[in-house]
Every structure is written in C-alpha cells, then in structure tokens.
C-alpha cells in the first residue's frame, strides 16, 4: 500500500487487505506505517485504531472518520475494475472513503487542522466499536469543529442519522397438550394481535432541520413453541424502531410501549439518534464546496457518537450504501475522484 498512488489504485490495495471485523491489525499496521512517514502528522494508535493529527494553528479543525472493517469476505477478494466500477468486498462500504482519507494525508498545508481517524469493529455490536472506545478512552484526540463520517453517499451529503430501539413484545397463552388444543391458548395464534397493529402502522416522515426522515416499525424476528405436541404459552416477537433525530431514545421507548399497549414490552437495546448540524458554519463551506442537495440518512452511523462529544458531522463517502455489504458490492471510479477532488479543494481553496 503506498499513499503516493491515484485513489483508485490505492481503494484496490485496501480492498484486497482483507480486514473482516475483529481482523483489522494487518490493515491498520500498513496505514499506521504510511502516516508515520508524514512528518507534518502525530500519529496515536489503541488497539487497531489510528489516529492521525496536524497542529498547524489553524481556526477550524475538521474531523473525518471512516472505519477498516468489512461485513465477511463472499468470494469477492481480491478487487476488480470494470465498467466503470471497482468491485469487491468493501468497496462502497466503505474503503473507497477510506482511500480517500489516506489521500487528504497527504496535504502538508491544509485551511483547517485535520484529525483523521481510522477505526475498527464498525460492522459488529456497539460494544465492540473502535470509535466508542477512542470517545471513552481518548476523547481529546477527537476533539474538533466538525466532522465528516466517510460512510457511502454516492458523493451526496447526508445529514444527521436515524436512532435505534431494538425491542420484545411479549404473548402470553396457555399451555395444553395439542391433542386437546381447546384446553389451552395458543400464544402464536394470540401474537397477530401484534402483527396487525405492525401491518395498520403509519411511518411518521417528519422533517427535522429542513430534512426529511421516514421512520420504521417493524417485526424483525418471531420466536415460541416448545415441541410438536405441545400448544405454546408464549410467543416473542422482536421489533426494531428506527426514529428520527426530532425524538430522544426515552421518547423512542414510550412510543413502543404506547404501540403496544397490552403487551408486556422488554427494550433490549438501543442507539439515539443525531440531528443533521448543517447549519454550522464549516458545514455550510463543505455543502458548497460539494454541491447538491444534502439529504437526510437513513440508517444510524457514527455521526451519532460525534453529536454525543458536542461536534456537529455529517455522512460523506463515494460508496453506494444500497450496493453495501451485498455480494457484488462495487462503487463508481468516477464518484471516489471526485469526492477526492472536492475535499482536496475545500481544504486548500484550490
């Protein structure tokens, strides 16, 4: 892997560093080693996380983040190019934004001072995250002005991110023996009271911040019964409510419970989610210096970690996120040049 060579080159050697969560050190070695050589960057690492820095005096400081891990190799490595696409795991999602960031490396005399950070476990449990560990352990190395998450955009500004509540809502029954079924009650049967109210739900599609957002509840996985003969006396049906970033996550939980009145109801998890902060004035200079019409992201990301530190972000990266984590995932050549392109300029004025 060598910094100097043109963004796509340099997003094939990633891509071919294979790096599956958990798996990143061989990858993060090869960049800790190529940011090492840059004398105007200090460089930190925790684990398989990096952190690259200038110290320029610059007014701004800009953070721009993206993670090395991908979702499993599916027979996918090593990278390919053609029709216009480069091909393989983890192209869109996301080191095509990450070669990107290793490109930005390279600018000795940015207008703002850079932090970038590279990180791993993005694709796992929350637990597992490198960028909650950095906020936990060193929040000082991410501290800026605004920040810029290189998750797959097609080139668009996405703002802001949806939350997350992972939830059970529980059925009770009777249990009988199945030859005798009108002793009983069934807990399965019993749980379409669940589903119906998911099939009669109307998505909330608020704007927040000039954005549209278009929420989500729905049934995620189905579980009951204990054998063939027996009727079951519960059914657990696991919901996910994806919110947008108008509703905190306590407000998030209360509408569950309030959907499923009746209904014993066990919140197992969940993530808040991050208004859009464009109206910060670097966020203003990135959209011009982008162009296009910034939309609302659907989905969570990090940008809900940085709101948490206090420092306005938004998602930014050359990927397709509908191509993320699929078997034939691939991303435009054209759209990693210029997102390359824009950034560079925005950073220099050039």
């Not at 960049?31 to 050589?37: D, P």
């Not at 605004?146 to 509540?165: H, K, N, R, W």
């Not at 054998?227 to 970033?245: H, K, L, Q, T, W």
Request: glycine fraction near 8%; include cysteine; hydrophobic fraction near 40%.
């Amino acid at each position: 892997m060598r910094l100097d060579q043109d963004v796509v080159a340099l997003t094939a050697a990633l891509v071919d560093a294979e790096s599956v969560s958990g798996d990143e050190k061989a990858i993060a070695d090869e960049i800790e080693r190529e940011l090492r050589r840059l004398p105007h960057l200090t460089v930190d690492r925790d684990g398989d996380n990096i952190v690259a820095r200038t110290h320029l005096g610059r007014a701004e400081r800009v953070v721009i983040a993206g993670h090395l891990d991908t979702v499993p190799i599916a027979d996918n490595v090593p990278s390919r190019i053609e029709g216009g696409r480069i091909h393989g795991c983890g192209t869109s999602d996301m080191k095509s934004g990450v070669a990107v960031q290793l490109k930005l490396a390279l600018l000795a005399e940015p207008n703002r001072d850079l932090t970038l950070v590279f990180y791993a476990c993005e694709e796992v449990e929350e637990v597992r995250n490198g960028l909650r560990h950095l906020a936990r352990e060193h929040r000082d190395w991410l501290a800026g002005d605004f920040a810029i998450l290189m998750e797959p955009t097609e080139g668009e500004i996405e703002g802001g991110c949806q939350g997350s509540v992972h939830a059970e809502v529980v059925v009770t029954g009777v249990r009988a023996h199945s030859a005798r079924s009108w002793l009983g009650v069934n807990a399965i049967h019993e749980a379409t009271a669940v589903t119906e109210r998911l099939r009669r739900y109307e998505a909330r599609q608020p704007v927040v911040d000039g954005l549209q957002y278009h929420e989500g509840l729905n049934a995620v996985f189905i579980k009951g019964g204990h054998a063939g003969n027996v009727i079951p006396d519960e059914c657990v049906v696991s919901v996910n409510y994806r919110f947008a970033p108008d509703l905190t996550v306590e407000q998030a939980m209360r509408h569950i419970h309030e959907v499923f009145d009746g209904f014993e109801v066990r919140i197992f998890d969940s993530a808040p989610a991050a208004r859009p902060g464009l109206t910060h004035p670097m966020a203003v200079a990135f959209a011009a210096a982008v162009g296009g019409a910034p939309r609302a992201k659907l989905g969570w990301t990090d940008v809900a970690r940085f709101a948490e530190l206090g420092v306005p972000a938004v998602n930014y990266g050359p990927g397709d996120p509908n191509l993320a984590h699929k078997r034939d995932e691939s991303a435009e050549i054209i759209k990693i040049i210029e997102a390359e392109r824009r950034m560079v300029s925005w950073l220099t004025g050039a």
